[in-house]
């Protein structure tokens, strides 16, 4: 089982619609990230997150710590906006690996149709 | 463009050749990486460099090689490879988040 798992792996909306990504991780963090993937292979940061929300346009991060969960929406969805969206987690610096080691999801494809 | 450049976009190499990828950041980060991103799988980490020195080395096979001259350049030698090492190759640079390049797109034939 991986270390971050993220729901669905698909996700088809029509445009306009409030979509979800979510993702839960099993290990202890520093931080979680949220990253944009385009078919070109370039990735975006999104977010950086260790507590609370953060909103950026459209765009609107969560997490749980307590829970272990992140949440990614995207409000007034548009095709594009059609990426494969990544969560990833850095571990605590005292944890015995390299610094800055992100952990990834596998990654949510959203396909966004007009 | 991110900020981190990566070059080629595209590369096709028989197994015997010898290649190389470059990745440059401008950014003043200080820790640059390799990663690896094949189908259907995570991206997995194949090397860590900081202050251009590597501290991490993910069990990589020899056949890949990493070279950083300096905090800005970081460079990804090839020989030998095998057709399962056909993947998109991305590099990062972090300071405190992360700046990805856009991927070199790499196909062993």
């Known amino acids: 089982k991986n270390e971050v798992e993220q729901s669905p792996q698909n996700l088809t909306a029509q445009e306009g619609e409030f979509i979800t990504i979510n993702c839960s991780y099993s290990v202890g963090i520093s931080a979680l990230h949220w990253l944009q993937q385009h078919p070109g292979g370039g990735i975006v940061s999104l977010f950086m997150l260790s507590s609370g929300k953060k909103k950026h346009g459209r765009l609107i991060a969560t997490i749980n710590i307590q829970e272990k969960h992140s949440s990614l929406h995207i409000t007034a969805s548009h095709p594009r906006d059609s990426a494969v969206y990544i969560c990833a987690v850095n571990r605590p610096l005292n944890y015995g690996g390299s610094q800055g080691n992100l952990i990834f999801g596998k990654g949510t494809k959203l396909s966004v149709k007009p | 463009e991110t900020g981190v450049t990566q070059t080629p976009r595209h590369l096709v190499m028989g197994m015997t050749n010898k290649k190389s990828l470059k990745c440059e950041q401008h950014l003043g980060h200080n820790a640059m990486y390799w990663y690896k991103q094949s189908a259907k799988k995570p991206l997995e980490l194949m090397f860590v460099?900081?202050?251009?020195?590597?501290?991490e080395n993910n069990s990589v096979p020899s056949r890949f090689s990493p070279e950083c001259p300096n905090s800005s350049h970081l460079f990804l030698h090839l020989h030998t490879l095998q057709p399962e090492d056909s993947a998109l190759y991305l590099c990062a640079s972090s300071q405190r988040g992360y700046t990805f390049g856009s991927g070199t797109r790499l196909t062993v034939v």
């Open positions: 460099y900081n202050f251009k020195e590597q501290t």
